[in-house]
Each structure stands twice: as structure tokens, then as C-alpha cells.
């Protein structure tokens, strides 16, 4: 089967703290992408990142970071120097077919 | 560039009520459309996904139906509303790269649909 699996339902963190959000997958596909957003309680979802299945090179964004390891099908998101505005509910995804589907998220509290 | 727009923002409606959520897309061409739904305190459940006009794939049997009448507007409907439908909608536009792996989906801005 194909699925996101967040294990981490719910996070809090003190501001200025370091936060980890784990994502594993499964998948069939060989050539796939995957995703995290961020629902800030707007609702809207904002796209983060996407990565491509055959690149398993990190990346850094300001603040955030992503790790892509395909031997342990995980794709982690770490903020460093949480700040407030980092509270939301993040989302892992990936494609499959024609569709897109998404782990059931993980809600972060950043204390200040 | 490309927008998507949803609406209404919120919506209440009786049970037994029809519906009808509209949402359109701007700036692209066939592009795959989806609906998703988020109960309260939920991950995303896909509803249906379109990836072109009058083709529609349906996830989860239920009360609700979509429709693309044109490329870049796609529309959730149901005749009759149950409670259970009530939740947070929302749709989504994405496109295909190398001809059969969607890039990331956009999202509009959701409607929070109450049924009464």
C-alpha cells in the first residue's frame, strides 16, 4: 500500500527550541515526489518543498531543512530557532497515480 | 502566475439541503483539480481528483459528486447535505511533469461548510 505515515500527532517546543517533524513513507512507485506544507490556522495550505525520489541531497531553506533518506523511506522536517510564528499543522505528502496524498499532519505549538 | 479561487469562505446549511462549491483556476491550462476535506482536527481526506474535462475519479463513495464542465473550474455538489458532511473543503490545482508525475498541489483558501 501507499501511505504518509506522521507519527507525531502533536508537538510543543519552547521558542528558540530545535523541532524535528518526522515523515515515512511507502510506496511501489520508483520515480515519485514528496512534499510538506504548512496549514497555519488560516487553514490555507502553503506549499514547502518538494523532492524528487532519485535526489536525496538535503536541503536548507532559512530556518528550515529537509532530510531525504530512501534506505529508511523517511523525509524529515527540522526547524532550527523555532520562533511563534512556526505554529501550525504540517503536512507530508507524496504522489501517487494521478493523485497526491497526505499524511494526517502533525500540529506544532511553539511557546513563546 | 497562477491563482486558484474557492468559494464561499463559509457556508451553513440544513440537512437535506443542496450544495454547490466552485472552484476555478487561473494562469494554467489542464491542470489535474482536486477536492479534499479536513473534519475538525483531521488530515486531508481526497474526495476527487480531475486530470481533465468531464473525467472525474472518486476516492470515497459518498453523497457528494464533482463535475469539470471546463478546463480549469471544477465543482462539488451534493443533492441532499448529511451532518457528517460538514467539514473544510478544499481544492487544489497541480500539473504533470515528464507526462505521468504531478508536481506539488495549490490550494485555495478553503470553505468551512457547517451543516445544520
Known amino acids: 500500500a501507499q501511505k504518509v505515515t506522521q507519527a507525531q500527532t502533536e508537538i510543543s517546543v519552547v521558542e528558540k527550541e530545535d523541532v524535528t517533524l518526522d515523515c515515512v513513507y511507502e510506496?511501489?512507485?520508483?520515480?515519485?515526489?514528496l512534499f510538506w506544507y504548512k496549514q497555519p490556522p488560516s487553514g490555507e495550505l502553503v506549499f514547502l518543498i518538494r523532492?524528487?525520489?532519485?535526489?536525496?541531497q538535503n536541503e536548507i531553506s532559512g530556518r528550515y531543512s529537509w532530510n531525504f533518506q530512501k534506505s529508511t523511506s523517511s523525509f524529515n522536517f527540522t526547524i532550527t530557532a523555532s520562533q511563534v510564528v512556526d505554529s501550525a499543522v504540517y503536512f507530508c505528502?507524496?504522489?501517487?497515480?494521478?493523485?497526491?496524498?497526505f499524511g494526517k499532519g502533525t500540529r506544532l505549538h511553539i511557546l513563546p | 502566475s497562477q491563482t486558484i479561487h474557492q468559494w464561499p469562505a463559509t457556508l451553513v446549511q440544513p440537512v437535506g439541503s443542496p450544495l454547490s462549491l466552485e472552484c476555478t483556476v487561473e494562469?494554467?491550462?489542464?491542470?489535474?483539480l482536486y477536492w479534499y476535506r479536513q473534519a475538525a482536527g483531521r488530515g486531508l481526506q481526497l474526495l476527487f481528483y480531475?486530470?481533465?474535462?468531464?473525467?472525474i475519479s472518486s476516492e470515497v463513495p459518498q453523497n457528494l459528486s464533482a463535475s469539470r464542465p471546463q478546463d480549469r473550474q471544477f465543482i462539488l455538489s451534493s443533492k441532499k447535505l448529511l451532518l457528517s458532511d460538514s467539514g473544510f473543503y478544499l481544492c487544489?490545482?497541480?500539473?504533470?511533469?515528464?507526462?505521468?508525475?504531478?508536481?506539488?498541489?495549490?490550494f485555495g483558501q478553503g470553505t468551512r461548510l457547517t451543516v445544520v
Open positions: 487544489a490545482w497541480s500539473t504533470t511533469l515528464t507526462g505521468y508525475i504531478n508536481t506539488e498541489a495549490f
Open positions: 510506496t511501489r512507485d520508483t520515480t515519485y515526489y
Open positions: 523532492r524528487n525520489s532519485f535526489d536525496e
Open positions: 505528502a507524496l504522489t501517487r497515480d494521478d493523485k497526491i496524498i
Open positions: 494562469g494554467t491550462s489542464n491542470p489535474n
Open positions: 480531475s486530470v481533465g474535462i468531464g473525467q
